[in-house]
């Protein structure tokens, strides 16, 4: 069976851990397509060029420690808006969302530009200041010194970026479902995703 979710919406919003759960319910293949860039991006701070990073990217880039850093991630969202970059991307996302098995991947244009006739998409957000708070104390989690502005302001940086890049900008598509996480607990909001797609699974 072929059967894709296209699971996108900002930072911190929470579609990473809704796009786990709700593969792990249905036994499909996940993959979050944000690790590629910043698998990417940590490569660009290593001295390579964007492109060189994204055509040469093995499964192993994906797999290092530090892909959540701050700094990672800025990498990450600065490299997501380079058109030849996500175009070398594009084949390795769209051949996950083929196989047999089902799918669901999660990113900020999944069901917009690499997968626009999945079967089910969900657009996850939440506040700004929400997302700033779960980034800050997962942040600290870790160690990070850092200061909720800071991390707020980050956040909203990052949300322009993505939302108005010309290539594949971060939007709902038409046809989502939004899901609005900020003031649900991740049980509830994976119980939402998980209905979804159940009915359209028939």
Do not use: W
């Not at 944000?34 to 701070?45: D, E, F, N, S, T």
């Amino acid at each position: 069976m072929k059967f894709t979710v296209a699971i996108d919406g900002p930072a911190a919003a929470g579609k990473g851990t809704i796009s786990k759960a709700v593969a792990a319910h249905f036994g499909f293949a996940h993959l979050d397509t944000g690790l590629l860039y910043r698998a990417v991006g940590r490569r660009v701070l290593q001295g390579e060029t964007p492109l060189q990073a994204a055509q040469s990217l093995t499964r192993q880039d994906m797999g290092h420690d530090d892909l959540r850093s701050a700094e990672i991630a800025e990498a990450a969202s600065q490299v997501a808006a380079l058109p030849h970059v996500r175009a070398a991307l594009v084949d390795f996302q769209r051949d996950f969302a083929a196989r047999d098995g089902g799918a669901v991947l999660d990113g900020r244009d999944i069901g917009t530009v690499i997968c626009p006739k999945a079967d089910v998409k969900i657009y996850v957000t939440a506040s700004a200041e929400i997302r700033a708070q779960r980034r800050f104390m997962e942040l600290q989690t870790v160690g990070a010194e850092t200061e909720f502005d800071s991390v707020l302001k980050d956040v909203k940086a990052r949300d322009h970026r993505d939302a108005n890049r010309t290539d594949a900008p971060m939007k709902p598509a038409p046809d989502a479902v939004l899901l609005d996480t900020s003031n649900l607990s991740i049980d509830a909001a994976v119980a939402e995703a998980v209905a979804l797609i159940r009915k359209r699974i028939g």
